[in-house]
C-alpha cells in the first residue's frame, strides 16, 4: 500500500489559505475518486475539496477550525500502490470564458524530473503547474514576462506556456507586459465601537464567519469611499410584457426560467459601455479602466447571509447566454457549490432589493469597484402617458432604481447619466427582442 498527501488545492488569484468547515469522513473511513471529502472557507466562499483517488482516510492533519495554506497536506489517504505521492491542483481561468478548467497532477517522488534551478520573483504570478513546466524546459523570467497570459488578469496559462514551448526559437520574444503595481489605501480611522451590555433576557447570537467578513466589508467600503447615491423611476412595462410572452417557450426550449435578472444586466452592460469610466477602480490615485465587464450579482443565501457571484464577460454573452449563466451561478450560490473564482473580478454590481418587496435602497459599493445599481420592486401603478391625443393615466409597471458611485472618481453627472442610460434601455425595450 502507499501513501496519498491530499493537499489543499489553489482556490484562485490572491487566495492563499482556508480554514477546515467540517470533515465529511472520519479516520479510518474509505472513499472513493471525487468524493467531496471536506468543506473548507475563504474570505470569498465556502467550498468542498474532492479526492482525485480512491483509498482510506488514515490521518487528518489539519482539523475544523484550523488554516490551511494552499499547498497544505490536510489529510493523508492508503491508497493501492507503493511509495507515496501528492496531489497538486492549479486552477486556470481562460479570460474569455467563466468556466474553469481545473488541472490536476499527481507527482511521484521515485519520478526524476529533469529541472532547472529556475528561482522568479514575486512580481511574477505562475501556477505550480505553470512554474513547473518553465524550470523544466528552462525558460527564464524574462522569456516569461514576454508571453501573453490568457489566463484571467492576464495570467499564464498551460496552454500558454505549452504553446510557447512548441514555437521557441521560431519566433520574436514579445515585449514584456508592464508589471501592475499595487498601492493599498491608508487604514482609515474610525472610533472605536461602544461597548454594549446585554440586559438581562436578552439573547447573546455570536456572528458567524461569514457574517463578520461581510461586516468587516461593509464598514471598509464606506469609510474608503464617499457614496452618493441617485434615483430614478422606470416604466418598465414592455419589459413585464416582452418575458410574459418569452417565459413558456424559452423554459421549453432551454430547460431554464427566464427572470428579470438578465435584462436588467444587458441594460447594464450597454450603459457601461456608454459611460466606460463607471467600470474602474482606484489604485491610489490612480485609475484603473478595466478592460472586460464583469457583473457582480447580490445574492441572499438561505441562512440570511449574502454572496456576490460575478458573470464574467457579461458583455459577450447573448440575453439566452446571461439567463443560463445568472441561473446557473444562483444555484451554485444557494447550494454552496460556488468555486472561490466565481465571487472574484467584479467590474460593477446589481442587487436587486426588488425581491424582498423593497421599492428602493442605498446600496453600499463593494470595493474595489466604483458603483452599484439596487433594483425596487416592480409595482402597477397610475401614471401620466403622452399620446397624440393628450395626456392619459393609464396602469403602468414602475420600477425604482437607485445607483450609489464613489464620488472621488465617480461625479454626479457621470452618475446621473449612467443610471438615466439604464432606464432608457429598460423603458424602450423592443417587444421583438429575440431570444
Same mark, same amino acid.
Given at each position: ?15 492563499? *489559505?482556508?480554514?477546515? #468547515?467540517?470533515?465529511?469522513?472520519? =479516520? !479510518?473511513?474509505?472513499? &472513493? $475518486? @471525487? ?107 524574462? *522569456?516569461?514576462?514576454? #508571453?501573453?497570459?490568457?489566463?484571467? =488578469? !492576464?495570467?499564464?496559462? &498551460? $496552454? @500558454? ?123 491610489? $490615485? ?150
Amino acid at each position: 500500500m502507499a501513501e496519498y498527501k491530499l493537499l489543499l488545492p489553489s482556490m484562485g488569484e490572491g487566495v492563499m *489559505e482556508a480554514t477546515i #468547515i467540517t470533515w465529511l469522513f472520519n =479516520e !479510518g473511513d474509505n472513499v &472513493k $475518486e @471525487d468524493d467531496s471529502v471536506v468543506e473548507i472557507a475563504t474570505d470569498k466562499v465556502d467550498s468542498d475539496v474532492p479526492t482525485p483517488v480512491s483509498g482510506k482516510i488514515v490521518k487528518i492533519l489539519k482539523q475544523k477550525d484550523e488554516v490551511a495554506k494552499v499547498g497544505e497536506a490536510i489529510a493523508i489517504l492508503e491508497i493501492e500502490g507503493e511509495g507515496s505521492a501528492s496531489e497538486e491542483v492549479t486552477t486556470e481561468t481562460p479570460a474569455t470564458t467563466p468556466d474553469t478548467e481545473t488541472l490536476q497532477t499527481i507527482e511521484q517522488p521515485l519520478q526524476t524530473v529533469a529541472a532547472s534551478n529556475a528561482e522568479f520573483s514575486g512580481d511574477l504570478y505562475l501556477s505550480p503547474l505553470v512554474k513547473s513546466i518553465a524550470q523544466q524546459e528552462n525558460i527564464s523570467e524574462t *522569456e516569461l514576462k514576454s #508571453i501573453k497570459g490568457s489566463g484571467l =488578469e !492576464g495570467r499564464i496559462t &498551460k $496552454e @500558454d506556456i505549452l504553446a510557447y514551448v512548441a514555437n521557441r526559437g521560431s519566433q520574436p520574444a514579445q515585449q514584456a507586459a508592464p508589471v501592475q503595481q499595487t498601492v493599498s489605501a491608508p487604514a482609515p480611522v474610525s472610533a472605536p465601537a461602544a461597548t454594549i451590555t446585554a440586559a438581562a433576557g436578552d439573547e447573546i447570537i455570536p456572528m458567524d464567519r461569514m457574517r463578520k467578513i461581510i461586516a468587516e466589508n461593509m464598514v471598509k467600503a464606506k469609510q474608503i469611499a464617499p457614496h452618493v447615491t441617485s434615483f430614478i423611476e422606470t416604466d418598465v412595462t414592455n419589459v413585464v410584457k416582452w418575458r410574459a410572452k418569452n417565459k413558456a417557450a424559452f423554459e421549453k426550449r432551454e430547460g431554464e426560467k427566464l427572470t428579470f435578472m438578465p435584462i436588467f444586466v444587458k441594460a447594464v452592460v450597454k450603459a457601461i459601455q456608454d459611460f466606460p469610466m463607471i467600470n474602474v477602480s482606484v489604485n491610489g $490615485e490612480n485609475i484603473i479602466k478595466k478592460k472586460n465587464i464583469n457583473i457582480g450579482m447580490a445574492t441572499a443565501l438561505p441562512d440570511g447571509n449574502l454572496i456576490v457571484p460575478v458573470i464574467k464577460n457579461a458583455d459577450q454573452l447573448s440575453l439566452s447566454g446571461l439567463a443560463k449563466a445568472i441561473n446557473d451561478l444562483a444555484y451554485r450560490a444557494r447550494n454552496k457549490k460556488l468555486r472561490p473564482e466565481d465571487t472574484q473580478g467584479a467590474t460593477y454590481t446589481i442587487s436587486n432589493v426588488g425581491s424582498f418587496g423593497n421599492l428602493m435602497g442605498t446600496p453600499i459599493i463593494p470595493q474595489p469597484q466604483v458603483a452599484i445599481l439596487a433594483i425596487g420592486a416592480i409595482v402597477k401603478k397610475p401614471a401620466v402617458l403622452e399620446t397624440a391625443d393628450g395626456d392619459v393615466i393609464a396602469i403602468r409597471n414602475l420600477m425604482f432604481m437607485s445607483h450609489s458611485y464613489d464620488h472621488r472618481v465617480v461625479d454626479g453627472s457621470l452618475g446621473g447619466m449612467m443610471l438615466k442610460h439604464v432606464h432608457d434601455y429598460l423603458e424602450n425595450w423592443d417587444l421583438n427582442t429575440e431570444i
